[in-house]
């Protein structure tokens, strides 16, 4: 259980951290478009990962749509995740139905258990007793 609460955290912030990227990523190649340079591209990336609460801020004032997107999008597949990772009870169906050990294949003895209800003709005898049978 501490190992799943640690890699779902460690998921949380991994995902917190991927919608900042997506949110802002659009904008700035927008504005780099031009002069776009791998330091730029560097010192943004930088400053997401070690300034995230700025970026958001700077987000918000710029008013960027994409924040609320992808935080929600991040936010639903964090919840989704956990839901779908949930333990299973599984119920006993012994006490219900009656089962009790493992199954097999019976034997004739316990299949042919009842003589009396087992009707047996000799084969020189079921030619006659066929035709009895489709004549009534």
Known sequence: MKLKIVL???FFV??????LFIA???PF???YKTEFRPELLNEYITN???HPIDSINQMLVNQNPLLFVAMGAALLL?????????????????????VQGTSRWAKKKE????PEDITIYPAENMLKAIKKTLRS
């Open 8 to 10: 779902f955290t460690f």
């Open 14 to 19: 991994f995902l917190f951290y991927l919608s």
């Open 24 to 26: 802002g990523f659009i």
């Open 29 to 31: 190649i927008a504005q």
């Open 48 to 50: 997401i990962i070690f």
């Open 78 to 98: 964090f919840v989704y995740l956990i839901y779908k990772t949930k333990t299973k009870d599984y119920e006993n169906v012994s006490d219900t139905y009656g």
């Open 111 to 114: 299949i042919f258990k009842v």
